[in-house]
């Protein structure tokens, strides 16, 4: 099994509801978002997936939510929290990844320094 990590961010603000009193006032963050995929076998090149090719796919995803008021995106449900954003940035890069025998096995999305959600996709997705 090889695993990839890819690393980026993005700057968007929220408000989270029946959390913390703090939280429920509009707030932002630079997110920093961890990615990993994995696979069984490598390409032809001897990689499971080329970075660029990979970092291309979680740059068009995170772009969708950069510098946005992510409350306003329904598939949130009105409560944006770490762990939704993780479970989102998943499922839509394992639309990108369908057919390729590449699967996601991780999302961290770090709202600050010292905290951080990390979604596991069952089975891998």
């Not at 997936?49 to 409350?71: A, P, S």
């Not at 944006?80 to 989102?88: D, G, M, N």
């Not at 979604?119 to 891998?124: E, F, I, K, M, S």
Request: with cysteine; hydrophobic share 40%.
């Amino acid at each position: 099994m090889f695993e990839l990590k890819v690393v980026t961010g993005f700057a968007a603000a929220h408000q989270l509801k029946m959390v913390a009193e703090q939280c429920e006032n509009l707030h932002g963050h630079n997110w920093k978002v961890e990615v990993c995929v994995a696979g069984e076998k490598l390409n032809p090149a001897g990689v499971l997936l080329d970075f660029g090719v990979l970092k291309q796919y979680v740059r068009n995803i995170v772009e969708r939510l950069d510098h946005t008021f992510l409350n306003e995106f329904d598939v949130f449900e009105g409560n944006p929290s770490s762990e939704k954003i993780a479970v989102y940035i998943a499922e839509a890069l394992e639309e990108k990844l369908k057919g390729s025998g590449i699967r996601v096995s991780r999302v961290t999305t770090w709202e600050s320094e010292n905290a951080c959600a990390t979604y596991l996709p069952p089975n891998g997705s």
